[in-house]
């Protein structure tokens, strides 16, 4: 077999990795086979499309069965072939692109006795030489992003595509200072960064490119190039037997380009050092413990997938990294103590860290709950922030489709596109039935009927009225686009929004809302509640079960990935099948609206 690109950014993890992997030396001379490639890079890319579709919600999406990551691969197959067919318009010359593996341009070389591989998704040749443009599940924010607040460290040349101020020879500290490009830049060099992560992928490419040319005394110059979805792109609603045609629309198109061939090359030292580092692992083959590290990418997407095995240290509950914020690590006298050197010397539980190394107050209150076994409760707050409540109230959740390329009208790529909603009357403090109190609204199949949502959504709640939700970024984003994407209803989409209260509010804090209620900042900043068994998340699938014996346990559809995935398959169910799974995706909304209702009633009584 061949090193993959895949197979080399894992291997470069830890040695650990490369033994765990059962490589075998004598496999090194042999052509890795098509199909283990393909399988290897889809799953590749719907870790990338997890990445960009989910925030760190607590749900732990790489131990989701396959099938439901694959949900997504139609849609980044799509993409790839919008890039390559797109491609003519920014360069010249003949192409080679294909969403089939067997039929794209590859690469290999031998270096220090080992076979590296690696296929490109697009190839372009022209007079000038040749463009490697490798297609990414992301977006141009991730890069544009990177700058200043007025500027980013990228800008679009004559030809559309963007370069990297320097290599557009502009004058930097016209757009912003130096410094702060340098360290913007910089970023790109990080491949546990967004947006190095993909720097850090086209540059592996590019160093096996580059020594595959090099053993056929090849020439010519090469440059690199990702496209990615425009995140400025607003799909207009054309379609054309229904399937939606990305065309142009006000000046923008569905992918761009970003020239990388200056950041790759200032990449190569690395990868090569890299690659002796990988090589060395081979020939060692030890599956000996490992210290851990940020290589492990622990709780990302994109984690190493022997975490289970290495992270075994931690116990099960109330281990270091439940401790907020400990990603900072921890200070005494002054001086940081990063996390995971406090791991790999031992101190992997939260009763292992010395009270004098908690310089956080959050920090000493989850000890204090740790060893009291006891929640932490500041009532007052709670019963201050209770009383900002008014009724009837109204408990509201979205369940959303973030789908690479935009659906409907209106939409961007990765729009949340909301197609459920549910909704829970309480009509006085403590009085909210499960069934008859709850209203909602799901779409029966991938038409767009986010219309009929929010008409019956805004006829139900009155413009008067508190709406509850659970961490109101969310429900206060997809309140805003659908009220710019249905301007008859924008001035009640956007009274609603207005109306908004978070229980987040209640349950952890917020500083906002209690320095307005007469908190000092130190006091309006502190939790409001803290339960041991929380281990440091605030999601409502830890609050609940410390109020209330509702439980998602044994639902068929019980997360958010999950009820993703359901609507995702509506097209492809027998009648009977549909009808089943549609009651499900029901009642799991409706679970989450009427545990806020739960959680809400629980922390009422907690504090009489």
Known sequence: MAITKTKFINYSRCPRYVALDDLKKEKLDSMISIEEYKKEEEMEHITELLGNMFDDSGNDLIDVRNEHLETMMPYYNKVEILAGELASKYFKGNFKFSKSTYNQE????????????????????????????????????????????????????????????????????????????????????????????????????????????????????????????????????????????????????????????????????????????????????????VPLGEFCEYKKTVKCKYCPLCFDVLPEKHSILCYINNNFGFKKDSVKYDTYDLINEGKVGMLDIPDDMLNREKNKIQKDAVISGKPYINEKKIKDGIKQITYPLYHLDFETFPCPLPRYKGERPYTQSVFQFSLHIEKEPGVCDKEKDHYGYLAPDHLDHRLDLVKYMCELIPCDKMVLVYNDSFEKTRLKELAYIFPEYKDKLLKIRDNVFD??????????????????????????????????????????????????????????????????????????????????????????????????????????
């Open 503 to 608: 229980l987040m509010n209640i349950v952890k804090t917020k500083s906002s809302l209690y320095e307005k209620l007469g908190y000092s900042k130190e006091e309006a900043k502190m939790f409001n509640y803290y339960h041991p068994d929380m281990d440091g998340s605030f999601s409502i699938k830890k609050v609940l079960p410390l109020f209330s014996d509702l439980t998602y346990k044994g639902m068929e559809v019980g997360n958010g990935v999950e009820a993703m995935v359901t609507y995702a398959s509506f097209p492809k169910l027998l009648p009977l099948d549909y009808k089943h799974k549609y009651q499900k995706l029901v009642e799991y909304c409706q679970q989450d609206t009427y545990a806020m209702f739960a959680v809400l009633d629980g922390l009422r009584r907690t504090v009489k």
């Open 106 to 289: 590859s690469f290999d070389a031998v270096i220090d006795n080992i076979r590296y591989l690696c296929y490109v998704d697009i190839y372009n040749e022209n007079d000038d030489g040749i463009n490697i443009i490798e297609v990414k599940a992301t977006t141009t924010k991730k890069y544009l992003d990177l700058g200043s607040k007025d500027h980013s460290i990228f800008e679009k040349g004559k030809d559309g595509i963007y370069y990297l101020l320097e290599d557009l020879n502009l004058n930097i500290e016209d757009y912003m200072p130096l410094k702060v490009y340098e360290r913007n830049r910089n970023k790109l060099f990080d491949k546990y960064t967004g947006a190095g992560h993909y720097i850090y992928d086209i540059a592996v490419q590019r160093f096996i490119i580059e020594n595959d040319m090099k053993s056929h005394n090849e020439n010519k110059m090469v440059k690199y190039y990702l496209a990615v979805l425009n995140s400025n792109y607003v799909f207009d609603g054309k379609y054309e037997n229904g399937e939606a045609i990305y065309d142009e629309v006000n000046g923008e198109d569905i992918i761009s380009y970003i020239d990388v061939t200056s950041i790759t090359r200032d990449m190569m030292d690395k990868i090569y050092l890299d690659s002796k580092k990988i090589k060395g692992y081979i020939d060692d083959l030890n599956g000996s413990r």
